[in-house]
């Protein structure tokens, strides 16, 4: 004997009775709706009024058997409707890769998916969740990273103050050594680095916004796909090409985070012999300028950009992408184009020194030899011996170890 769903309907949130309670007057509900209904109230039957006679009425377990058979019915009957296909009512049994959905085999005989390669539902459940969890991982990953950068903003806006205030403070001093005559070209150098500083401070709250509403997007993409990875077999599969396109069409612009910083080389490089090339007619030589954006936190600069020293102790600097951060090297001067080049470098009592030229996309956050194949020509001197950093290296013979180097 059946009895008709109006009868197993809670009066109170007119839905399939969930854990039933009966009352004294012989009215049942669910037991979570009259609790919230007797919170608010007197303790009374919501349909007929009657003062309830116990706060804890007992489970109608009759009811509750009868509720729970229907819904399992209701499911059954929604999964078989979900593993059949709309078009022709037959179940789905494969997977076209071409378009990315569950079809039947009426559907592959078709002209639509006649010439399109499938796959069995099994295989493409595995494939179409190991896919999801590699696009996961994927988003996950650039979701940490995009929070470090987050996280390290406002550290970097601070850094970036502080960048600002030492090139002017290094600029001043080499201003004051020329003539008072050049002292508007000094004016018009410390106005562009506060001019930059307020670019880049504006740029990096817009980026810091950016990034905001990148992990916002980001967080709402991964919860999606989780929740995917939760639904039935066949749920997953039917949504697998939207939630892959959503995926595929997030442009996270702020993933970069290269440039941030002052252009101090652009605002130092050469100054006081750039300067002095308006009152002299030539100068002999131009000095190398280092990147102190791309220095190793264990190599400290000189005032001037045109000599270091090594350093147990590492200096406080952002982990910005142009800086070398497993070993100790510093870019010099502006990349290089055609023609010869000439340098002369004092090496002093240094026992351990690599020279040379590098590409500009050598990597800086990875160790690699220094040869040729990986964009790099160098000459070495570490244990007493010299060494063109050829693959294999080729060992040079000198007759006494030298202070000064000619490339």
């Known amino acids: 004997m059946s009895l ?111 010439s399109h390669n499938c796959s069995p539902i099994e295989e493409a459940v595995l494939d179409c969740k190991d896919e999801l969890a590699s696009s996961l991982k994927n988003l996950q990953d650039k979701a940490d990273r995009l929070k470090r950068n987050h996280m390290t903003s406002p550290d970097m806006i601070e850094y970036i103050k502080s960048q600002s205030l030492e090139t002017q403070r290094l600029i001043k001093r080499q201003f004051e050594q020329l003539h008072q005559a050049l002292y508007q070209d000094e004016l018009a150098r410390i106005a562009a680095v506060k001019k930059e500083e307020e670019d880049k401070i504006a740029g990096m709250k817009d980026k810091f916004k950016e990034l905001s509403a990148e992990v916002l997007l980001l967080t709402e993409t991964i919860s999606v796909i989780q929740e995917q990875l939760k639904e039935d077999d066949m749920v997953l599969l039917k949504n697998f090409k939207a939630t892959q396109d959503r995926e595929k069409n997030i442009a996270l612009d702020s993933d970069n985070m290269s440039g941030l910083l002052i252009d101090v080389t652009k605002h130092l490089c050469n100054l006081k012999y750039k300067v002095l090339e308006k009152i002299l007619d030539h100068i002999d030589y131009t000095p190398v300028t280092l990147d102190p954006n791309t220095a190793h936190p264990c190599l400290i600069l000189s005032d001037d950009l045109t000599s270091l020293h090594y350093s147990k102790t590492h200096s406080c600097c952002p982990d910005n992408p142009e800086r070398f951060h497993i070993s100790a090297e510093v870019v010099g001067m502006d990349a290089l184009g055609s023609g010869s080049h000439h340098w002369v470098v004092e090496t002093g009592s240094n026992q351990d020194w690599l020279l040379g030229v590098a590409s500009l996309s050598v990597p800086r956050n990875s160790e690699i030899s220094a040869r040729p194949e990986n964009g790099f020509w160098t000459l070495c001197f570490r244990n007493g011996e010299f060494r063109a950093m050829t693959s294999p290296p080729t060992p040079l013979t000198v007759t006494r170890v030298p202070k000064q180097v000619k490339e």
């Open 4 to 114: 008709p769903e109006e009868d197993l309907t809670c009066p109170i949130c007119c839905d399939i009775f969930t854990d039933p309670v009966l009352l004294s007057c012989s009215h049942s509900f669910c037991r979570s709706c009259l609790k919230c209904y007797w919170e608010t109230g007197l303790r009374e039957c919501p349909v007929c009024r009657k003062r309830a006679s116990k706060a804890s009425p007992a489970t109608n377990l009759a009811l509750r058997n009868v509720c729970e058979a229907l819904l399992k019915a209701r499911r059954s009957s929604v999964l078989v409707e979900k593993m059949n296909c709309n078009l022709h009512g037959e179940k789905l049994k494969l997977f076209c890769l071409v378009d990315k959905q569950p079809i039947c085999v009426v559907c592959q005989s078709s002209k639509l998916h006649k």
